[in-house]
């Protein structure tokens, strides 16, 4: 891998830990809950982000496959969220 990749990478990761720390303190205090369930699914989407940038500077299928699982997982914990907020339940 370059030095300027490798850079790159490190960067790439230190600004996704500071987005996630901001959509932390939204979600701690968010001025409602549609954006507290925006902020989590800002979380998730940044943590699946941060997992492909890792899989690029492993090399490994396996980070991949997890990245995947989180969206698919995230995806439904916000559609299920949404739809609580919404109409006060989510099984109907």
């Not at 995806?75 to 969220?81: N, T, Y």
């Given at each position: 891998m370059s030095p300027l990749l490798a850079l790159a990478i490190d960067a790439?990761?230190?600004l996704f830990v500071l987005?996630?720390?901001l959509a932390l303190l939204?979600?701690?205090h968010g001025p409602s809950a549609q954006d507290r369930v925006l902020a989590l699914d800002?979380?998730?989407v940044v943590g699946m982000?941060?997992?492909l940038v890792l899989a690029i500077?492993?090399?490994s299928p396996m980070y991949f496959e997890a990245a995947f699982l989180m969206v698919l997982f995230g995806?439904?914990?916000?559609?299920?969220?949404a739809k609580f907020l919404l109409r006060?339940?989510?099984i109907e």
């Open positions: 790439t990761l230190v987005a996630m720390a939204r979600v701690a800002f979380l998730y982000l941060m997992l500077r492993d090399n995806f439904v914990g916000s559609m299920a969220l006060g339940e989510v």
